[in-house]
C-alpha cells in the first residue's frame, strides 16, 4: 500500500502564495500518477492538478491555470503544489492522490478513479 502525507498548507492573503508538498512512501512503484484535488465547505471534490509520477507533463484546472504549478520534488517520492496569485475562492481542503489500480495516456481528471488520498491540508486565503 502507498501512504500520502501533505503538509504546507496555512493561511495566507489574497494575492499571496503557498507552496503545498506531498509525500508518498510503501509501495511507491505502484503510482502511476499523482494528482492534487481541493473541497471546500459545501462543495463537490475538484481537480486542481496532476502529473504522471515517471512524466513531465501536467495538467491543470482552468480555474488554476498560470497561477499553480505542479511538479516533482527534489526528495524521492514527492511532488509539490507551487500556489501563486492566490484567490479567496481557492480556499479549500487540498488532498494530494495517487491511482496505483492502472496507468493511463493522461491522468484522470476524477476522483472516483484515485485508491489513495492524503489527509488533506487546509488551504485558508483571506479577502
Known amino acids: 500500500q502507498v501512504v500520502l502525507v501533505e503538509s504546507g498548507g496555512g493561511t495566507v492573503q489574497a494575492g499571496g502564495s503557498l507552496r503545498l508538498s506531498c509525500a508518498a512512501s510503501?509501495?511507491?512503484?505502484?503510482?502511476?500518477?499523482m494528482a492534487w484535488f481541493r473541497q471546500a465547505p459545501g462543495n463537490e471534490r475538484e481537480f486542481v492538478a496532476a502529473?504522471?509520477?515517471?512524466?513531465?507533463?501536467?495538467y491543470y484546472a482552468e480555474s488554476v491555470k498560470g497561477r499553480f504549478t505542479i511538479g516533482r520534488g527534489n526528495a524521492k517520492d514527492t511532488v509539490y503544489l507551487q500556489m501563486n496569485s492566490l484567490k479567496p475562492e481557492d480556499t479549500a481542503i487540498y488532498y494530494c492522490?495517487?491511482?496505483?489500480?492502472?496507468?493511463?495516456?493522461?491522468?484522470?481528471?476524477?476522483?472516483?478513479?484515485?485508491?489513495?488520498w492524503g489527509q488533506g491540508t487546509q488551504v485558508t486565503v483571506s479577502a
Open positions: 492522490a495517487t491511482e496505483t489500480t492502472r496507468q493511463r495516456n493522461k491522468p484522470s481528471r476524477a476522483p472516483e478513479d484515485y485508491d489513495v
Open positions: 510503501g509501495r511507491t512503484f505502484s503510482s502511476y500518477a
Open positions: 502529473i504522471k509520477w515517471s512524466g513531465t507533463t501536467t
